[in-house]
């Protein structure tokens, strides 16, 4: 059976004493929930300065936290950059590698990607691995080829054991912060394409144990139709996951 994950990927949002603010919030508001939470894998994604202290404040059974980038090397001179290697030594077990604000606004190629994902491997961090198509791209008719470009010159190299520690996360460009959701038929038609992507490439075994989340506008009053998609196994939020009680609603319509 494969994991149901809600994450919530903060970007550049909160200051030190909100981030501890808003994960000490969802962390009270999950453990007083009167709905079935324990079933759903909660990942929490603060900015860099500020993941210690939020793992500090959460319960570390309910939730994982994790960092939105590493650098594509593994040390030295690179100043400003944060290693595979630092992240894990403080404790998180999870990364985010190719979100496509990566990729648009700070050059992120499929190779530097692919680089990314091996350093985070090799230091045991589990990689919610982003893929999408611009608007443009969907118009045009290409977003298969796009998506399977996407993954083939990037995680689809790994070995099946080292897939075991990829999740991935589809997230349409035009529905980033845009208020525009892909519908869920839209949605389940891509995750249903990555999942036999899987399968072509390993096997249906392997394929079907991947956890595929949708995100781009996912809230409260969309979240349990999309997550309701055979093929969709929960989402990685980002506008409402700076809300405690919008994540939280979205984790409960699970
Ligand atoms: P929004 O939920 O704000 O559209 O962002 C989605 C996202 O990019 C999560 O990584």
Redesign the pocket.
């Known amino acids: 059976m494969r994991k149901k994950i809600v994450a919530g ?1 903060w ?1 550049m949002n909160t200051t030190l004493e909100s981030a501890i603010l808003l994960a000490s919030e969802i962390d009270t508001r999950l453990a007083d929930s009167k709905k079935n939470v324990d079933d759903v894998t909660v990942l929490l994604f603060p900015p860099f300065p500020f993941i210690h202290s939020v793992a500090d404040v959460v319960n570390a059974e309910k939730i994982g936290v994790g960092s939105q980038n590493i650098a594509n090397q593994p040390k030295g001179a690179f100043t400003g950059e944060v290693s595979a290697e630092m992240i894990a030594s403080t404790g998180v077990g999870y990364i ?1 590698i190719g ?3 990566r990729r648009a606004y700070y050059g992120e190629t499929n190779e530097i990607l692919a680089q990314k994902v091996d350093l985070a491997l090799a230091n045991n961090l589990d990689v919610v691995f ?1 893929c999408g198509e611009k608007l443009e791209e969907r118009e045009a008719g290409q977003y298969f080829d796009v998506i399977k470009t996407q993954l083939s010159e990037t995680i689809l190299k790994l070995s099946s054991d080292q897939m075991q520690h990829i999740i991935i ?1 589809y ?1 349409p460009v035009w ?4 208020g525009k959701t892909a519908t869920p038929e839209q949605a389940q038609e891509i995750h249903a394409f990555i999942r036999n992507l899987l399968s072509e490439k390993f096997d249906d075994a392997l394929a079907d144990s991947v956890s595929i989340l949708y ?4 809230k409260p009053s969309n979240a349990k139709e999309l997550f309701s998609q055979p093929d969709i196994d929960g989402g ?6 700076l809300k405690a009680e919008d994540f939280v609603q979205i984790i409960e319509s699970y």
């Open positions: 990927n970007k985010i979100h496509s604000e982003c996360a997230e529905a980033i912060g845009t995100g781009g506008s996912c990685l939020i980002g506008g409402a996951a």
